[in-house]
């Protein structure tokens, strides 16, 4: 049975989300969350759009390439968990929406304080 594309890319937005929970490596430990997954028309390519947050930049560049090292992890678990003739080459791409509007928050609430302080 075929898959459709939206339900691929939304199963394959579930299992990495699941692996990237049982990755076993205290230094992801941060907030990562899959954003959206956007699969090729012929269902061979995935791009899987992540967000780190809550991290210094170094370190969220770090957690990034760790997960890009484990990458045959990922696509194993794509494989054994959804039944079609070939698991789909990922890439990962780093999603800063939610990184930028955390830094956005961040910059009000200082704002917001030295204005307190003023006062």
Do not use: C, W
């Not at 579930?14 to 699969?39: C, F, H, W, Y």
């Amino acid at each position: 049975m075929g898959y459709k594309k939206e339900m691929m890319e939304s199963e394959i937005m579930k299992i990495v989300s699941q692996a990237l929970l049982n990755m076993k490596d205290p230094r992801i430990a941060g907030m990562i969350s899959v954003t959206r997954v956007e699969l090729s028309n012929d269902k061979r390519y995935a791009k899987i759009y992540l967000s780190l947050y809550g991290n210094e930049e170094e370190k969220n560049t770090e957690i990034f390439g760790i997960i890009e090292k484990a990458k045959g992890y990922f696509k194993t678990e794509i494989a054994r968990n959804i039944h079609t003739f070939k698991a789909p080459e990922i890439t990962f791409v780093r999603d800063r929406g939610i990184e930028k509007s955390f830094e956005i928050d961040k910059l009000f609430k200082k704002i917001e304080n030295e204005r307190h302080n003023q006062s």
